[in-house]
């Protein structure tokens, strides 16, 4: 059975520190200034970013970073509509692979968006 967007968080979460003590700096280096650097506002907004990041894990077909991103899609304020939109993006550039992917998406977006 295919895991939940919110289990496949979950696992993320608890295996990276893991990966944290096997290579500590690269850890650091990525989740830290790499990460703070690139989503900080600047000419494109924190949303505008991860809404970018977004298409590019559904083209890279990575369930991990899909659900990260939808998570931080809505955490910095996207709409399930800017989310669905970005999913037709990536479908455009990442074809059928993306196709699939954006269901994983739809799913993201179910478990994280705002409930009614």
Same mark, same amino acid.
């Given at each position: 059975m295919a895991k939940s967007p919110k289990?496949? @968080?979950g696992e993320f979460q608890?295996?990276?520190? !893991? @990966? %944290?003590? @096997?290579?500590?700096?690269?850890? /650091? $280096?990525f989740t830290k200034r790499l990460m703070s650097d690139v989503?900080? $506002? #600047?000419?494109l907004s924190l949303k505008? !970013?991860?809404?970018? %990041?977004l298409g590019i894990a559904? =083209? %890279?077909? =990575?369930d991990y970073c899909i659900a990260i991103h939808v998570k931080k899609c809505?955490?910095? #304020?996207?709409?399930? /509509? /800017?989310?669905?939109e970005t999913c037709g993006v990536a479908i455009l550039m990442g074809g059928g692979?993306? @196709?699939?992917?954006?269901?994983f998406v739809a799913k993201a977006i179910e478990e994280f968006g705002p409930q009614k």
């Open positions: 289990e496949v @968080l608890a295996n990276m520190p !893991k @990966l %944290a003590k @096997l290579i500590p700096e690269v850890a /650091e $280096d989503l900080k $506002d #600047g000419v505008q !970013k991860e809404l970018i %990041a559904i =083209c %890279a077909t =990575c809505f955490e910095a #304020g996207a709409t399930k /509509e /800017e989310i669905a692979p993306a @196709l699939t992917y954006s269901t």
